[in-house]
């Protein structure tokens, strides 16, 4: 329920604290004193949109602030789910805070900012939860029985099919994603198979290379080799003719003779031994170098092409022969999943056949509790309507089925005529078998529109509501409607904004007894010129405008027992002890029938 509303700066109102109690809550006041700021005040905090006129005039800025207590309400796991998706807080109270600010730097745009238990949020937060807190009827503005889907939405309350309907969106969404896939699969097989015959050409000409890692690094040394091969053979060639040079053998020669004369020569002969073993091993080496690189000459061609097909690998697969072989493996398992895929288009296509063989189904028995619940509703309306003294009202639902769209998937329903051609129905009205259509379009909803059509006059045909409604006959028809759906109604706050215009005291004391029922299981708040409704209410609000030279204020307060005597007094016709008398017989009867 709501239990404050408080207002900073709003429209005439400078500063306004409502504190407000479950049950009926009545707001009265003179015409014109500003009574319907506090519905409009409600109605920004849920989500309206800003207007200049929301700023008092003078002040820079205008703020609302309505606080929920939801703790034991039935919308809470909604709530939850929702404000935990958006990283909200929520433990059961739940405070939205909106602020709107006059145009800044001559750019003409309002400022507007929104807190949600003091946290930032986007308006599309409070826009899916508003729908959950309040219903307000009776300004077109904000009026939820104007728009099909709401009115869609009231009928499944109504019937008890929001678990079936929850149920058929789920088909609908696993239906529409297995679309996708087949889309996404089958969309371009020419493509496709473009692409498979390219990944296989390309692992192919790789592992037809035979290239092992590293095998770059060796080729490009051995190609420096054999370019520089001449220019090795001949400073091979000049090494090996100084180490033939008989140098080393003279001085092994002189130092053996020296040992023979002085033996402490022998670690000097030992060097030059081995000095000479070392020329001998660099003397066989070296042979051997020239000729390998007399071998290796007729290579280079070899080389030089074998780098060059590395080469264009390395600009068309990777800067590596590492890299060039993982791309390889890339490419054949890529191909090998898109071959895969393509037999995988054939089983998501037959289970997305099926599903939406159950989803027609599912669609058909949706659409036939409707209809059926539609002429069970629109009885227990009428009936209602009859006792609001609306004696002239036609009433009808319209059922149109949804076309099938340009491009995708459309049902192909079966086993009821009905459900394929637009009908209307209307209390206690049979339907005729009507012409089958082929297919029929659909959303996560169902397979049809529904728009309620009213006619006030009985001279007219019934026009869909949005056209014909006035605010008082809509504010009474809502009433009608919420009597009728009884428990399975969730909302839990109503605001009906003069749902009286035009009716005298005995049709305001049906309409008082109607809301006070209402009010035994949610909230209600309504704004009145009737005392019968008044003196049902549990809390009774005033509003009151006072005016000087160079201001005008819109005053709000909560009256008592005894302010509230006076004031249905006068709302009767003025303070004075016959409509005092009066009043107060107005609230022992009211207290009676409680």
Known sequence: MLIGLHLRDFALAERADLELASGLTVITGETGAGKSVLIQALAFTLGASPDLAMIRPRAARAQVEAVFDLSEAAIRPQLDQTLGEAEIPFDGELIIRRTVSRPQNGSGRLSARLRINDHAAPIATLRAIAPLLADIHGQRDNLSLLRPPQQLALLDRYAGLESQRSEFGGMVRRLQALDRQVAELSGNERERARRIALLLHEAEEIADAGLTPGEDDE?????????????????????????????????????????????????????????????????????????????????????????????????????????????????????????????????????????????????????????????????????????????????????????????????????????????????????????????????????????????????????????????????????????????????????????????????????????????????????????????RAGQHVIVSKSADESRTEVDVRTLDQEQRLVELAEMLGGDSPANRSSAAELLRNAAVAA
Do not use: W
């Open 219 to 535: 080729l490009r040394a051995l190609h420096t080799r054999l370019v520089h091969a001449q220019r090795l053979a001949q400073e091979a060639e000049t090494t090996r003719a100084a180490l033939d040079d008989d140098s080393l053998a003279a001085a092994l020669g002189a130092t053996q003779r020296m040992l023979d004369l002085d033996p402490s020569a022998e670690s000097l002969v030992a060097s030059l031994e081995a000095a000479a073993e070392y020329v001998a091993d660099a003397q066989r080496t070296l042979r051997e170098y020239t000729d390998r690189l007399s071998l290796d000459s007729g290579q280079l061609n070899d080389v030089e092409a074998r780098l060059a097909l590395i080469s264009d690998m390395q600009r068309r697969y990777g800067d590596t022969v590492t890299e060039i072989i993982a791309y390889s493996e890339r490419a054949a398992n890529e191909a090998a999943a898109l071959e895969q895929a393509g037999h995988n288009v054939e089983s998501l296509q037959q289970e997305a056949d099926e599903l939406a063989l159950e989803a027609a189904a599912a669609g058909v028995s949706l659409s036939a509790r409707r209809r059926e619940a539609a002429r069970e509703l629109l009885a227990q309306v009428r009936a209602e309507c009859e006792s609001l003294r609306l004696t002239n009202a036609q009433l009808q639902l319209r059922f149109e089925p949804l076309s099938p769209a340009n491009e995708g998937r459309s049902l192909r329903p079966v086993d009821d005529p009905d459900v394929l051609e637009p009908q209307c129905v209307s209390p206690g009205q049979t339907l005729p078998d009507g012409p089958r259509r082929s297919t029929v379009g659909f959303d996560q909803t169902g397979i049809e529109r529904v728009e309620m059509l009213v006619s006030f006059n009985p001279e007219a045909s019934p026009q869909p509501l949005r056209r014909v409604a006035s605010g008082g006959e809509t504010a009474r028809l809502m009433l009608a409607l919420k009597a009728a759906l009884g428990e399975n109604d969730e909302i839990p706050l109503l605001v009906f904004d003069e749902v009286d215009v035009g009716l005298g005291g005995r049709s305001g004391g049906i309409i008082g007894a109607r809301l006070h029922h209402l009010a035994q299981r949610r909230q209600v708040i309504c704004i009145t010129h009737l005392p019968q409704v008044a003196a």
